[in-house]
Structures are given as structure tokens and as C-alpha cells.
């Protein structure tokens, strides 16, 4: 797996497919029209409509990008069980953190629906406790240069 890989649920691919398709056909015609109403209101140097309906164009083709590669790159399903007993991609991390017990998600933001924090695997958190066993303590040195030590509990796969 490169590390540009990433896990999704079916349920996160499909919905990543549909905004792909709405983003694609109805909001490029939806933004197109914007522009050329606000293209058509004369002097484009003064002309707000016109630069804010750009910029919009711009946000919503990085958002096409960003999910083009992201389904490219996808492994779609459950990630391979970790019979090592191992923190990895996909799951559902149960730690201590500074004294503090937080539930997460180690993945992508794309994989969750919501109710649980997401880590990136390449965040501090998440690179701290990458590859860590069930039950041990590893430390990650957050954004203030504090170490925090972190107790890792369980960690079962996201479904």
C-alpha cells in the first residue's frame, strides 16, 4: 500500500462516486451559468459576481481533483485483520491520552460518517500510534513541543 492509499467502506466509495457525478454534470453547468450571467453584467475588473463565481469554480474542481484521486487510489472494503495486535488504517483507536479517554478513527475523513474524531495516519496522533500495539504507551510531541504519552487500549475496524 503506497501512502497515498487510503481504506473506504463501500458505503464511503459510493458516496464519494455521487458527489463526484453531481460535482461534474449539474455543478460545472450550475457554476458556467453563474459565470456567464455575471460575465454578461459588463466590467469583469469591478464586476464581484463574476470573481466570486470564479473562485467558486476553482473550490469545486479541486474538490473533483481531490476525489478523483482519492477513489483512484482507494482500497474499497475492510482493511485485512490485524491478527498481530497492531493499531493500523481503518480502525477504531479506544486510548488514554494525557489522562483523557478519546475514541477515534485512524483514516480518512471520507471513510466516517461523523460521529467519531478522525486522525490522518500522517497527524502527530496518528503517526504516534501507527503500527503501536494494543496496550502500549507511545508519545507524540504536539504543535506547543509538549510530549503527550498516549496508552493505546483497543482498536477494532470502522464498519
Excluded: C
Aim: proline share 3%; glycine share 12%; charged share 25%.
Amino acid at each position: 500500500m503506497t501512502s497515498q492509499q487510503t481504506w473506504l467502506t463501500q458505503e464511503a466509495a459510493d458516496r464519494l462516486a455521487g458527489e463526484l457525478a453531481s460535482l461534474e454534470g449539474p455543478g460545472r453547468k450550475e457554476i458556467t451559468a453563474k459565470i456567464e450571467a455575471a460575465r454578461a453584467e459588463g466590467d469583469l475588473k469591478e464586476n464581484g459576481g463574476y470573481h466570486a463565481a470564479r473562485d467558486e469554480q476553482g473550490k469545486m474542481e479541486a474538490r473533483i481533483r481531490q476525489i478523483k484521486q482519492m477513489l483512484e487510489n482507494a482500497h474499497i472494503g475492510t482493511p485485512p485483520a490485524s491478527a498481530d495486535g497492531k493499531v493500523g488504517a481503518g480502525m477504531v483507536v479506544t486510548a488514554s491520552i494525557a489522562g483523557d479517554e478519546m475514541k477515534f478513527l485512524l483514516g480518512s475523513r471520507e471513510i466516517a460518517s461523523g460521529e467519531l474524531d478522525v486522525y490522518s495516519e500522517k497527524s502527530p496522533l496518528g503517526a504516534a500510534v501507527l503500527g503501536a500495539e494494543i496496550g502500549a504507551t507511545v508519545s507524540y510531541t504536539a504543535p506547543n513541543g509538549r510530549d503527550i504519552k498516549v496508552e493505546i487500549k483497543s482498536a477494532e475496524f470502522y464498519s
